[in-house]
């Protein structure tokens, strides 16, 4: 059974750092894309960043360059996202996701439960 | 940047068949968007419904389709249930990154 366990969200101040994880478990997590996905309170699903499966190429939002950095360790199965320069419209529930293809085409098939990763003084 | 327009709500009576778009800023949908189509509950993670225009994952129901329709990306809900009343997000390739549309809040009424 696949599973993504996502951890390390919490309060932050602006301009501080926070790193968050995820666990995978249930496949071969070094043969997938994996990406982030955040959701602020109330508000849609933004995509954050992806990584490919041996971690040499990274793809972000334009709001999230340079300030954060999405890394995978296949040894470990696990995913991090670290953030820093933290701004109060980061403040989201961030979810782990897993890219699958088939069919000629790439799609999210597993999502985590998500972690809360609030920014406010 | 693309931007992703949906529908941002919709009513459909039990038992009806109601349609969401999904439109790309850089002109019409095609398969090389890759378009996702998600189902999102109150305090719940997305589920994937369906991916790559028209493939259902082995958890979706039957009356979940895709399509492209007029330049669009469309998931149609046929037979709408009660318990299909839920927020809907189309996802699309676009421009080396992935773009979420802004959800359709779809009511069974």
């Avoid at chain 2, 009513?11 to 800023?25: D, E, K, M, N």
Wanted: glycine letters at 14%; a neutral charge.
């Amino acid at each position: 059974e696949v599973q993504l366990v996502e951890s390390g969200g919490g309060l932050v101040q602006p301009g501080g750092s926070l790193r968050l994880s995820c666990a995978a478990s249930g496949f071969t997590f070094g043969s997938y894309w994996m990406t982030w996905v955040r959701q602020a309170p109330g508000k849609g699903l933004e995509w954050v960043a992806n990584i490919k499966p041996d971690g040499s190429e990274q793809q972000y939002v334009d709001s999230v360059k340079a300030r954060f950095t999405i890394s995978r360790d296949n040894a470990k199965n696990s995913l991090s996202l670290q953030m820093n320069s933290l701004r109060a419209e980061d403040t989201a529930v961030y979810y782990c996701g897993r890219f699958g293809y088939d069919s000629g085409t790439s799609h999210i098939d597993f999502w985590g439960q998500g972690t809360l990763v609030t920014v406010s003084s | 940047q693309t931007v992703v327009t949906q529908e941002p709500s919709l009513t459909v009576s039990p038992g009806g068949t109601v349609t969401l778009t999904c439109a790309s800023s850089t002109g019409a949908v095609t398969s090389s968007y890759c378009p996702n189509w998600f189902q999102q509950k109150p305090g719940r993670a997305p589920r994937p419904l369906i991916y790559g225009i028209n493939s259902r994952h082995s958890w979706t129901p039957a009356r979940f389709s895709g399509s492209l329709l007029g330049g669009k990306a469309a998931l149609t809900l046929s037979g709408v249930q009660p318990e299909d009343e839920a927020d809907y997000y189309c996802l699309l390739l676009s421009g080396g990154g992935w773009v979420f549309g802004g959800g359709t809040k779809l009511t069974v009424l």
